[in-house]
């Protein structure tokens, strides 16, 4: 197994405490309680709701999360790219799908393998000319489970129409090396949507539009097994309106500064709290009402907007450069201080890391390897 960067600089701090304050910075940090609470409180809500849940593996990329979450009661994880499940199964993490398609000789070649040496993939396909092509190189192995993908919408992947649906169910299921699945139907679009009335009324209006594809599928006898879907941003919206069965909820482990902003359940507070974010230290202090930290373009991403100071400082963050961000406000920390700030966007920040610094208070309890770190492909 390979030893990653952070765990040879900071192996030798797990289980001190006080260990946090030693780490160089800047720092992906684990909350691990805040994290064990979310864990938990999403596999509640999904028991309760008599809903299987498929966490998207995309917001950590790490096996050491999945192994939590499949140990919660997930039925398995999502995966947005080939080269995530690849690294997931060689970590010996099953119940894999694939939520884009894929299309390409070498890629379904690689699904291919990868569905002979795991106990259970899925895929999606929006085409019928890749589900030909992975029927045939499926042949001779396990069937592989491919679901009908449906555009909500925003045109990115999916049929798009009820017809175009039923279309491609009928092919996949025509294919002795393919078993059909169901349908995907993730409205990325309406996770951010701020209000919980707004979002409420758009998820609404796109689930309508989802029961007319079931239910042209339905007719042709092609009712799907399962229907996946949803997000951190509407999965309580979604468990209400009943038509999905799965949730592939990503981003509630962390809970970053896009969700935070966003009235998740109607409730006002969040139901989740805070476990992810990135420790930097102050590296120079010369200009009044500004410091300036280690933490710049390199630790964040950027597309978000600015991180939130949490800790450390009563100040707002400003990106300065490639390795340094400012800090801008009176009574500021002094050189060296160490300062806390949440992710904007969790998914793209946890992919500028090699691993996360799982912490317990101030220290450190273990160092968690991004598993399928710069797997684009």
């Known amino acids: 197994m390979t030893v990653t960067y952070s765990e040879r600089l900071h192996g030798a701090l797990i289980g001190q405490p006080g260990s946090r304050e030693l780490l160089n910075t800047p720092a992906l940090i684990l909350d691990r309680d805040a994290f064990d609470r979310n864990v938990d409180r999403m596999a509640r809500f999904a028991r309760t709701h008599g809903l299987a849940l498929r966490p998207h593996a995309k917001s950590h990329k790490s096996a050491d999360i999945a192994r939590a979450q499949r140990a919660a009661g997930a039925v398995g994880l999502c995966c947005a790219k080939l080269g995530e499940a690849e690294a997931l199964a060689d970590e010996g993490i099953d119940g894999l799908h694939l939520t884009s398609p894929i299309v390409t000789a070498p890629t379904i070649a690689r699904l291919a393998a990868l569905a002979r040496r795991t106990s259970w993939l899925s895929i999606v396909a929006d085409h019928p000319d890749p589900v030909d092509a992975l029927a045939i190189a499926a ?78 599928l339905a007719a042709a006898g092609l009712s799907p097994p399962v229907v996946t879907g949803a997000g951190t941003g509407s999965h309580a919206i979604d468990a209400e309106l009943g038509v999905l069965t799965e949730l592939q909820v990503g981003s509630y482990i962390f809970m970053d500064r896009e969700y935070a902003d966003c009235d998740i359940d109607g409730s006002g507070t969040p139901p989740f709290e805070t476990a992810l974010m990135v420790d930097a230290r102050v590296i120079s202090a ?92």
């Open 139 to 216: 042949a001779g192995g396990p069937p592989i489970t491919v679901l009908v993908d449906i555009d909500p919408g925003i045109h990115r992947t999916g049929v798009a129409s009820p017809e175009a649906a039923v279309a491609l169910a009928q092919r996949i299921a025509e294919r002795p090396s393919l078993r059909y699945g169901g349908v995907q139907f993730y409205c990325g679009a309406q996770q951010h949507v701020a209000g919980f009335a707004d979002r409420h009324a758009a998820i609404a209006e796109r689930t309508a539009y989802l029961t007319t594809c079931l239910d042209a």
């Open 286 to 377: 010369n200009a009044a009402g500004m410091v300036t930290i280690d933490a710049g373009l390199k630790a964040f991403a950027t597309e978000a907007g600015a991180p939130p100071v949490i800790a450390g400082a009563q100040a707002r963050y400003r990106f300065m450069g490639d390795e340094q961000g400012a800090l801008i406000g009176s009574g500021l920390p002094e050189l060296g201080r160490r300062v806390t700030m949440a992710t904007p966007h969790c998914d793209p920040t946890v992919n500028l890391y090699d691993a996360y610094h799982v912490v317990s208070g101030d220290t450190l309890l273990a160092i968690w390897p991004v598993t399928a770190r710069g797997r684009s492909a």
